[in-house]
């Protein structure tokens, strides 16, 4: 049984990929703020076990007892040993023969220049696109630690991690900076005996409520939406299918060293 934790699974790219992992030997764990009720009816229909977690990411005082929720019996019943410490989660681990976390969850907000920004809305992209998939990586690392399986971590990055974008400042340093914890993270992890494979990867630009929201912003704010409005109507933009169908791959590679950077545009 192969175990996916997939956050930001409520929609766009998160929830595509959910939903391409609906297979038979898979478990599968959505988080985000959202319900995920209609995925849960879906997974249930198609004979794969789903777990939600309704959570705030952005609020960083969640994030240890979320992973651990994830990764024990979230019953509190037999066979959960939340808190006991690092490491744990064995009788859980029983028939796990791989574990995958895909830190998705992101947003774009705010838009607008740095002067225009207020300090809560900063400091919440940056505890949502940079602290959340830093601590959920390192609790992963920490429960899965005596588990004899194949450990990977997917963080989506984004192109705007390499390049400035007026009106992006949060969102470009947030991701820049997530793509510098993968390198370190990864360098640690590949001196370690079954260590866990690290990646950054960019998806592209895909046409999920983030882009239309991009699109809404006004050109005052984000002086490129008319790139984005172009590349929309000219119908440039990957679907979330395709683009979830390309992480997903390139999440299973083995080609890429933990630690490795990474953008699908490249790959494919
Ligand atoms: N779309 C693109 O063109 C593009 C390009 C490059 C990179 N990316 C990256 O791809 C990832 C997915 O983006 P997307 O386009 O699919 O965005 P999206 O359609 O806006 O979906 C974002 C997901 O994150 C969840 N989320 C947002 N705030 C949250 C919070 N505070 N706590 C928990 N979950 C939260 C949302 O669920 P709830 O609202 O239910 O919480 C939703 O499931 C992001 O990391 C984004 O930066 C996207």
């Excluded at 229909?45 to 960083?60: F, N």
Aim: charged share 25%.
């Amino acid at each position: 049984m192969k175990l996916f934790i997939v956050t930001g699974a409520s929609k766009g790219l998160g929830e595509e990929m959910l939903r391409q992992l609906m297979r038979p030997g898979h478990r599968l764990i959505g988080l985000a703020r959202g319900e995920g009720t209609e995925l849960q009816a879906e997974a249930r229909a198609r004979g794969v076990r789903l777990e939600w977690i309704s959570c705030d990411l952005s609020d960083a005082r969640r994030l240890e007892t979320v992973m651990a929720e994830a990764l024990t019996d979230g019953s509190g019943g037999e066979g959960s040993d939340v808190g006991i410490g690092p490491g744990n989660g064995s009788a859980f681990a029983d028939g796990i023969t791989g574990a995958y976390l895909i830190n998705n969850a992101g947003t774009i907000e705010p838009m607008a220049p740095v002067d225009r920004c207020s300090v809560p809305d900063m400091a919440r992209s940056v505890a949502l696109n940079l602290i959340a998939p830093m601590a959920l990586t390192a609790e992963f690392i920490r429960h899965t630690a005596g588990w004899d399986v194949d450990r990977r971590v997917l963080n989506v990055s984004s192109g705007a991690g390499k390049k400035p974008y007026y009106g992006w400042s949060a969102y470009c340093a947030s991701k820049a900076a997530l793509d510098m914890f993968t390198r370190c993270a990864g360098e640690e992890q590949q001196v370690e005996e079954g260590g866990v494979r690290v990646l950054s990867v960019a998806p592209g630009v895909v046409d999920t409520g983030m882009q239309s929201r991009i699109r809404e912003t006004s050109a005052d704010l984000f002086r490129q939406r008319d790139r984005f409005v172009r590349l929309k109507q000219s119908g440039a933009l990957l679907s979330p299918g395709e683009a979830a169908d390309k992480l997903l791959r390139v999440l299973f590679d083995d080609r890429h060293p933990s630690g490795s950077v990474l953008d699908i545009r490249d790959l494919f």
